[in-house]
């Protein structure tokens, strides 16, 4: 009975010896497993990145007149056959390569009430010292044979960061006049005096000495003079381009 006995013990333990074997060897292969991030995916390798950058911009300075923007210019005493101009330096303080500088007329019934001197009136442009720009009939009527000054001119294309131009704008009445503008001021706008024009029907505009002005916003206003604005752009954008989402 004592043999059995003993025989029965000795096999009890055994088996619990075996099974607290498995049992540690099961736990080092989980370790393992999670030590080394064995999990049973496929292969894989990862890389990161960051997209990163700089906002740039399209600036200018100007100078050559007076007020804010150094671009107010005052012609006094105006006289017929007198030259008058106004000398503007513009740098280009941007962040990009190049931007493109355009001249522009944003009061559309200012530039109208100009073009309609006629050969009463010339203007000119240079850049640089090399004119791009002449026109000794400043007339808008339509199918004349002729134009006004239009409403931009392009300046200077593409110009590099800290690069600048000299741009001198030209004005004078021809000998031929022989009365003065309408209010004794240069370029009054919008014209409200004169006679007549046959050669075409003013759509909203007035009267004046050498016809009809040919274009009038009352959101212009009324004064005198010829506003303009130096506009600098991105590369082959003119400026007033609308932009797309894509």
Do not use: C
Not at 128 to 152: C, H, K, M, V
């Amino acid at each position: 009975m004592r043999r059995k006995t003993v025989k029965k013990h000795y096999s009890r333990g055994f088996k619990v010896k075996v099974l607290a074997l498995v049992l540690s060897i099961s736990i080092v292969v989980v370790l393992v497993a999670i030590a080394t991030g064995a999990t049973g995916a496929y292969f894989n390798d990862t890389k990161n990145g960051t997209a990163t950058g700089t906002i740039g911009s399209v600036k200018v300075s100007t100078s050559g007149g007076s007020g804010i923007d150094g671009l107010d210019f005052n012609w006094a005493n105006m006289l017929p056959g007198t030259v008058y101009s106004n000398t503007i330096h513009i740098q280009s303080t941007g962040t990009n390569s190049g931007e493109d500088l355009y001249m522009t007329f944003p009061n559309l019934t200012a530039l109208s009430a100009l073009n309609t001197l006629g050969k009463y009136g010339q203007v000119h442009i240079s850049v640089n010292g090399t004119e791009i720009y002449a026109n000794a009939n400043l007339n808008d009527i339509p199918n004349n044979g002729t134009s006004g000054l239009p409403a931009q001119i392009l300046l200077a294309q593409n110009v590099g960061p800290t690069a600048s131009i000299t741009v001198v704008f030209t004005f004078e009445y021809a000998t031929l006049m022989s009365t003065q503008e309408p209010g004794g001021v240069f370029n009054q706008y919008p014209i409200t005096t004169g006679g007549t024009d046959s050669r075409y029907t003013p759509a909203g505009g007035a009267p004046n000495g050498n016809g009809y002005q040919t274009y009038v916003n009352p959101t212009d206003g009324s004064g005198n003079g010829l506003p303009f604005q130096i506009v600098a752009t991105q590369p082959g954008i003119a400026p007033g381009t609308v932009g797309s989402k894509f």
